[in-house]
């Protein structure tokens, strides 16, 4: 498959939808990115990596992150205990609601919602000496790029901004569903999602979900293949909002999007491909970088149906 040239088409595209969507000004810091920034990449498992447009420059990771703090969760305490505190269905609400978490007594609908994202943060901090290095230091390995550092002017902005994130990580204390402070898990969070990467980090980092949980550099396993899978239905399952069911239907991969307008997706056993778009569509996806993945599986007729 000429991967380069499919990824070129795309950029050409793309082109009048790429300042279509609408940026995610609720964390003023992230407002300030431009609206055109375009950016797209594919790596072959054990193979090479192409790539178009802004796929270089990082970006705001945003919830992507909670992909790899539930790797390090389930790493540290196991399934079995995971799924005391986290449940593992779609949420069909937005992903920081509060009602939602309300009504199912601090108990998040999954790992990917904001209040699941909380108590993995949690489980990270009860059980490491450092969250936030320990995150960072697990990022750089997954991709293999010692550079991924932290915004912390995005950190602050949206600790500034952070309303309902406070108020659900105090729904989920006043549950018991946190073990830390509220404010440190919050600090954890905000600094796992202030993560910035770009397309190439974020395919390699990914390449270990499409290896079954393997590093495909050094052959480490990282994950075990059951604990993969799970991950990786997870993500096929809750990991792109409430659009979910549409973005199984129209692009038909795995994946975890952010409101940066990132989105990590791949085929297990082949690829990870990854898109770049500031601007959102109403579901908090990336309204180019949707498309855009959705026309990768079309032209290529590759998907995991
Ligand atoms: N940091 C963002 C928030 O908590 C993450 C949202 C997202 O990317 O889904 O609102």
């Not at 002017?153 to 018991?176: C, D, H, I, P, T």
């Not at 202030?194 to 550099?217: I, K, Y």
Request: proline share 4%; charged share 20%; net charge negative.
């Amino acid at each position: 498959m000429d991967y380069q040239t499919v990824l070129e088409e795309i950029f050409e595209e793309i082109k009048p939808f790429v300042s279509k969507g609408k940026i995610a000004d609720y964390i003023p810091a992230l407002a300030q990115v431009p609206l055109e920034k375009f950016g797209m990449a594919v790596q072959v498992l054990k193979g090479n990596t192409f790539f178009v447009g802004d796929a270089l420059e990082s970006f705001s990771i945003q919830s992507i992150s909670k992909a790899y703090t539930l790797i390090l969760a389930l790493q540290l305490i196991g399934e079995g205990n995971l799924l005391k505190r986290i449940g593992r269905e779609p949420s069909g609400n937005a992903f920081n609601s509060l009602v939602q978490l309300e009504y199912e007594n601090g108990i998040p609908r999954n790992p990917f919602v904001n209040a699941g994202a909380l108590v993995l943060a949690d489980i990270i901090l009860s059980h490491t000496k450092d969250a936030s290095q320990t995150i960072l230091d697990f990022v750089r390995e997954l991709s293999d790029n010692q550079n991924i550092h932290v915004d912390v002017k995005v950190a602050e902005s949206e600790k500034q901004a952070g309303f309902r994130n406070a108020a659900l990580a105090n729904f989920l204390k006043s549950y018991g569903n946190l073990e830390n402070d509220v404010e440190k898990v919050l600090d954890v969070y905000f600094h796992q999602c202030a993560l910035s990467m770009s397309c190439v980090d974020l395919c390699q980092s990914f390449s270990t979900l499409a290896n079954h949980g393997q590093f495909p550099l050094s052959g480490k396993q990282i994950l075990t293949p059951s604990q993969a899978k799970r991950i990786n239905a997870l993500m096929l399952t809750c990991g792109t909002y409430d659009a979910v069911g549409d973005f199984a239907y129209r692009v038909g991969l795995p994946g975890k999007s952010g409101v940066g307008g990132g989105i990590a997706a791949f085929i297990p056993g082949r690829l990870s491909i990854t898109a770049w778009s500031p601007g959102l569509n109403k579901s908090g996806n990336s309204l180019a970088g949707t498309l855009a993945l959705e026309w990768f599986t079309t032209k290529t007729g590759m998907s995991i149906f």
